[in-house]
């Protein structure tokens, strides 16, 4: 019935635009309020003759009974006190970003007084004033509130968003405050000579130094400003300045002391460090700090429930910065026509550390159902699967040239598919391409299975478990630019079956359809992951609306029709099987 479907009917985004840096995040800084500007082009000349009494529908003499507006009901998250904020940070933020310490035996208690006292709305009257309490308000807020009827009408969106960004504007000015020397006011030629002030209250984990929160604050304040804002130069800047204000403290340094303060100083610097280097990693530039420094000596964090996890964890963030260098002297070397051979022997040395490594990562068994306990297991879970994604995520930046060449056109950010006849690029192999040490058969592969373990690994993430959301957002996605690293291998697959002259009518248990529902199969459980996200982070629904667009293509070459999709359900398991049979 849809065999005669032409593939110019099938519109996807250019899959290297999926690949770029920031692709798919919506900015908020891009968006403009004009809502005055049109309200007072329709009104502003009406006020003064119109009869206040006539409603336009009828005649005047007969005055209408305006209805008064509904009180809005949109809410948003405002905690009653530090305790409940602290409680909120254990289940929404630190499986997937433990930048604290571990909750101490008895610290975490139930919400105080009632759920009101835990969330308010809008009452000013128990904002939180320092700056890592602020900081953290700032990324709960974007969680929709328990109580609201419609959490994703554009009401509550842009109450959260609101509520969330009068947090983060809150934290800077507070962290400005705190920095802020006495003496620069009253006796500025006094003000050199003076140390830093103390900070005269008590600290908002019992185990995290108090001058520690700055650094703390400005991580997940970097966190949010890529996640909801989509600015990833700002996440690069708190990312720096929180690097400057360790490095002044120290962190980077301390010795294998132990104490109250030495596992909270360990894990301050260390997420210092993957927030830098994931800044560098989401802007494709090199990295501002050397990746192996010596002068970084500060002993590992400890997950007790995992004790390998964190390693696992750093040495997979270490290896996609090394990665996305590679890219950029790649695309150097394409430009300058020159360094080809030096390129390839890296290559080779790079596929030689990540192959053992992906190989023991897709072995492990992740649960996504696993309780936070006071191991920290769902910690250690989320370091494993979140290094499970990086490492994928490496190996196809590091095959993506070889593995597509044969489509030049998605070497371009913005790729016109209507130049093509057939609505799929024309094949052909880029000469400088016949350096590198793999063929586009082999780089295609390991790029398709790394692209299905992504996918996998995004579905065994664990969940926070709250009673208070039918669906808890996972929170902090700084690695989401590796859900649109799959979806680009995936997509281009698509285009390669396709162009192939697979696709349309073909028969259920044909190789080319198998893979084609494979393909959809897993564009639908990155878009899953991207959908969950996206309840809380605005930013992260472009990158969703980016690969629901994709995936309902790749449906389109194998369905005919998005209406006749079968239900997501079981899709999983028949991935799961395909993958390990071509491990």
Not at 19 to 27: E, Y
Not at 368 to 394: D, P, W, Y
Not at 564 to 578: A, N
Request: charged share 20%; glycine share 6%; hydrophobic share 40%.
């Amino acid at each position: 019935m849809f065999a005669d479907i032409k593939s110019s009917d099938i519109t996807l985004p250019g899959p290297l635009f999926l690949a770029q840096p920031g692709a798919g995040l919506t900015n908020q800084d891009s968006f403009k309020d004009d809502t005055d500007f049109i309200f007072d082009t329709i009104f502003s000349n009406n006020f003064e003759t119109t009869d206040v009494n006539d409603s336009g529908y009828g005649s005047p003499e007969v005055p209408k009974k305006i209805p008064e507006p509904e009180k809005s009901r949109s809410m948003a998250r405002i905690y009653a006190c530090d305790q409940d904020l602290l409680n909120a940070y254990y289940k929404y933020i630190h499986p997937y970003f433990p930048v604290l310490p571990p909750k101490v035996e008895g610290q975490i208690s139930s919400p105080s007084k009632s759920s009101e006292a835990s969330f308010q709305n809008g009452s000013q009257d128990s904002m939180p004033s320092s700056p890592l309490a602020l900081a953290i308000s700032a990324t709960l807020a974007l969680i929709p509130h328990p109580n609201d009827p419609n959490p994703e009408s554009m009401e509550s969106v842009l109450q959260r968003r609101s509520q969330a960004q009068s947090f983060a504007v809150s934290a800077l000015e507070s962290l400005e405050t705190e920095s802020e020397l006495l003496y620069s006011t009253t006796k500025p030629s006094e003000a050199l000579s003076q140390g830093p002030s103390l900070l005269p209250r008590p600290p908002f984990h019992p185990q995290c130094r108090v001058e520690n929160e700055s650094v703390v604050a400005l991580l997940i304040l970097g966190t949010y400003e890529y996640a909801q804002r989509g600015n990833i130069s700002k996440l690069r800047t708190r990312a720096g300045q929180a690097l400057v204000a360790a490095m002044g403290l120290e962190l980077h340094s301390r010795s294998e002391e132990s104490g109250p303060y030495s596992e909270g100083d360990r894990r301050a610097w260390w997420m210092t460090y993957i927030l830098v280097c994931q800044g560098s990693i989401l802007s494709n530039t090199s990295l501002t700090i050397y990746l192996y420094d010596p002068r970084f000596t500060t002993p590992k964090p400890t997950f007790e429930a995992d004790p390998a996890s964190w390693d696992t964890f750093l040495q997979a963030q270490q290896v996609i910065v090394t990665a996305t260098q590679f890219v950029l002297d790649l695309e150097i070397a394409l430009k300058k026509g020159s360094n080809f051979s030096t390129i390839g022997d890296r290559m080779l040395e790079l596929e030689a550390l990540l192959d053992p490594l992906c190989n023991e990562a897709n072995q492990w068994t992740l649960d996504a159902s696993v309780k936070l306990t006071s191991g920290e297991l769902a910690v250690s879970q989320a370091l494993r699967g979140m290094a499970k994604i990086k490492l994928n995520s490496a190996r196809i930046k590091l095959h993506r040239y070889c593995a597509f060449s044969d489509m030049p056109v998605f070497t371009q950010k913005h790729c016109d598919l209507k130049a093509s006849s057939d609505g799929i690029p024309e094949r052909g192999v880029d000469p400088r391409y016949g350096v590198l040490p793999f063929n586009s058969h082999f780089s295609a592969k390991l790029c398709m299975k790394s692209a299905f373990n992504i996918a996998h690994a995004f579905r065994s993430l664990p969940s926070p478990v709250s009673d208070e959301l039918v669906e808890a957002p996972r929170m902090v996605p700084i690695f989401a630019c590796c859900a649109m690293q799959s979806s680009y291998a995936m997509v281009m697959l698509s285009y390669r079956t396709r162009a192939m002259g697979f696709g349309g009518a073909l028969d259920g248990a044909s190789p080319a359809k198998v893979l084609l529902r494979q393909l959809g199969d897993g564009l639908r459980l990155v878009l899953n992951a991207l959908r969950n996200y996206s309840i809380a982070y605005e930013a992260l629904g472009g990158m969703k609306d980016q690969i629901l667009v994709a995936a309902d293509s790749v449906d389109i070459m194998q369905y005919g029709m998005v209406d006749e999709l079968p239900q997501l359900d079981g899709c999983c398991e028949s991935m799961s099987v395909s993958v390990k049979s071509q491990m």
